[in-house]
């Protein structure tokens, strides 16, 4: 029974598929395309003022917004006549970084996507309106290729999105936590912000590979620019000062805010080990006092 | 457990001895290591002891352990002993796993702890009259 039935469809089911998809598709899809050409000035002229009328792409001036509609357009019916999505995906990418930077959203681009489908799709209702099958016949042609553009460029867009937004990630990342030599075998490490756990490992990164590298002997590590750290935080500085000590490098922490030093306090975090002064000048003057500098200063008056 | 070539060299430098690890250690070969280094540093009346573990990337447990029974061995046997080259990963996850390295002292490299045992030994004669270390070909 079950073979019989499963016998069955594909008999039925394949010659349907097949009139619905290959054959007449194809010609439907290149009459289609024929029709959209031959109005193409008309529709696009429809188009842009829909878009205008759904307030979309706002940030763009009519120029452009003139000159990227036609290139959108074209770029539509060529996908719908030829199917080939990697072209349409390579021109997404390249709008995408184009009107990104300009600040269009993903909403903006997604809607004048769907308002072409929608403006080509009434344009198909009207020409075929008084031969139902046929229209639904070309329908079916075009919705599933629409779709699929719709789709593409949504996905093209988003992923270039983030794309950027990793990059821009890398950028402060990399930027966040400098290791500055400011005298031979003297590092300074200043955090700016909030020091979460993931920038807690990076700076301990930063800072041993640092010692290494310009095999410091004394870090200074000013928090001034810290507003807050937790517990988890607090310790994973500790631990930090605890590893430089392991790889010959004395820390000094300054510019502890009260209520950072109250955090410590009240979490318990064991102290002791942890070399700390008010402020960077400071600091840096321990820093040199452990390196055996002697700033001193020049007098004017008496030396010339 | 006494075969095998040694995968530690202990080399002698006036009155210091440097082992220089050069790979990672079972838990046999560090009780070897840690038999040679102390009875080496007999033989050899040192007064330093650096132990370089710059091609370590790995240092668990029973090697830190290791490490700790050996500085307390040496000082008993009147050498200070100083650990150098801990790789920066390695140092932080001893740090986590909470494996410091007691009271021995560290530096950042060889040259550093040489210095660092040099700094040593001076405030050592500057508080007694010992002689200086012998030079011994």
């Known amino acids: 029974m079950n073979d019989r039935t499963t016998d069955h469809q594909p008999v039925h089911a394949a010659p349907e598929h097949d009139s619905a998809r290959s054959g007449p598709s194809g010609h439907l899809l290149s009459q289609l395309v024929a029709h959209l050409r031959e109005h193409r000035t008309r529709l696009q002229e429809e188009w842009s003022q829909r878009i205008q009328q759904a307030h979309l792409l706002t940030a763009m001036t009519p120029q452009e917004m003139a000159a990227e509609t036609t290139s959108v357009y074209d770029n539509y019916v060529e996908v719908l006549e030829t199917g080939n999505v990697e072209a349409l995906q390579h021109y997404a990418r390249d709008l995408s970084e184009r009107i990104i930077p300009r600040g269009v959203e993903t909403h903006e681009v997604v809607g004048i996507v769907l308002l072409l489908r929608d403006v080509l799709a009434r344009s198909l209702f009207e020409k075929y309106q008084r031969d139902f099958s046929m229209l639904n016949e070309v329908l079916d042609a075009y919705e599933p290729a629409a779709n699929r553009i719709a789709n593409t460029v949504a996905v093209s867009f988003v992923d270039e999105r983030e794309r950027v937004i990793r990059q821009q990630q890398d950028a402060i990342r990399e930027l966040s936590t400098p290791v500055l030599p400011v005298r031979e075998r003297l590092l300074i490490l200043p955090i700016i912000g909030v020091l979460d756990s993931e920038r807690a490992k990076q700076l301990t990164e930063q800072l041993l590979s640092g010692i290494r590298k310009h095999r410091a002997k004394v870090v200074v590590i000013d928090i001034t620019g810290s507003p807050d750290v937790d517990e988890a935080v607090a310790n994973h500085l500790v631990q930090t000062v605890d590893a430089s000590r392991l790889m010959g490098a004395s820390v000094i922490i300054t510019g502890l805010s009260p209520k950072i030093a109250q955090t410590l306090v009240t979490i318990g975090v064991d102290l002791s080990k942890m070399n700390t002064i008010g402020d960077l000048q400071g600091g840096l003057e321990e820093a040199e006092r452990l390196l055996g500098y002697a700033v001193t200063r020049k007098e004017v008056d008496s030396t010339s | ?137």
């Open chain 2, 1 to 137: 457990m006494n075969g095998g070539p040694a995968l530690v060299s202990i080399m002698r430098q006036g009155s210091t001895l440097i082992a220089s690890i050069h790979t990672a250690l079972d838990d046999s070969e560090l009780v070897r290591f840690e038999h040679d280094l102390v009875k080496q540093i007999g033989e050899h009346r040192s007064r330093g002891v650096i132990i370089d573990v710059a091609a370590l990337d790995v240092i668990d447990s029973f090697a830190a352990l290791t490490l700790r029974r050996i500085a307390d061995m040496a000082r008993l046997r009147g050498a200070l002993t100083v650990l150098v080259g801990i790789q920066p990963e390695v140092a932080f996850a001893m740090v986590r796993l909470g494996m410091g390295t007691g009271q021995i002292p560290t530096a950042l490299d060889l040259e550093e702890g040489v210095q660092l045992l040099a700094e040593v030994a001076a405030t050592r004669n500057l508080g007694s009259s010992r002689s200086q270390p012998q030079k011994r070909t």
